[in-house]
């Protein structure tokens, strides 16, 4: 039992340093490319910290959403190393599970936080947010922040949920309680 949960912990530390260095790589060049209204990177290289706040922030709220799936992904291959004789599926499905679970967190968080954030410069269009972030607004650099964390906080939860409910879940057998 003791050689199982050192596994489960060696793959659980693989696993983060893997999704940490994957988040921040993926999530910057997303949000930096899928921004229309200006060169975010070379916002960031002139010192814009309204910008670089945004960008951080969104870093932060991608990696806590892609959390959850990965938790999802952890509980999955601590279940399958307890009792693997009573799973009746294989290591190399099981990856494939776990991957389509962290790809599908990964596309709800970037599908969350572009839809915050797009929603509400249509909802706010005379405070003009893309153009104050530009000059380097950082008043409006904390308030789009503020967004997309309120929005990670109230979609988190929903995201390992809607993870686990697209991916089949593997079986590890049944559980005979009475007899």
């Known amino acids: 039992m003791f050689n ?3 596994w489960i912990s060696v793959f659980e530390f693989i696993l983060a340093v893997v999704m940490t260095g994957l988040v921040i790589v993926i999530t910057y060049k997303i949000f930096i490319r899928a921004n229309p209204d200006f060169d975010m990177e070379a916002e960031i290289k002139k010192g814009n910290a309204a910008v670089g706040i945004l ?9 806590m959403m892609l959390h959850k799936g990965m938790e999802t992904v952890i509980s999955m291959f601590r279940l399958y190393m ?7 599926v294989g290591i190399v499905k099981l990856i ?6 962290l790809a599908i967190s ?13 929603l509400f410069g249509k909802l706010d269009k005379k405070l003009q947010a893309g153009k104050e972030l ?3 607004n950082v008043a409006i650099g904390i308030l789009l ?9 109230y979609v988190g939860e929903g995201i390992g949920a809607v ?3 697209l991916v089949p879940q593997p079986s590890m057998g049944q559980i005979e309680i009475m007899r």
Do not use: D, Q, W
């Not at 307890?82 to 009746?88: C, D, I, K, L, V």
């Not at 494939?96 to 679970?101: D, P, R, T």
């Not at 596309?107 to 915050?116: C, E, G, N, P, R």
């Open 4 to 6: 199982i949960r050192i």
């Open 55 to 63: 960008v951080a922030t969104i870093l932060y709220c991608a990696s």
């Open 82 to 88: 307890s009792s693997p004789a009573e799973s009746n």
């Open 96 to 101: 494939f599970i776990s991957l389509g679970h």
């Open 106 to 118: 990964m596309i709800l968080a970037v599908i969350t936080i572009s839809v915050t954030l797009r």
């Open 134 to 136: 530009e000059k380097g």
């Open 145 to 153: 922040s503020s967004v997309v964390l309120i929005a990670s906080l």
């Open 163 to 165: 993870s686990r409910a």
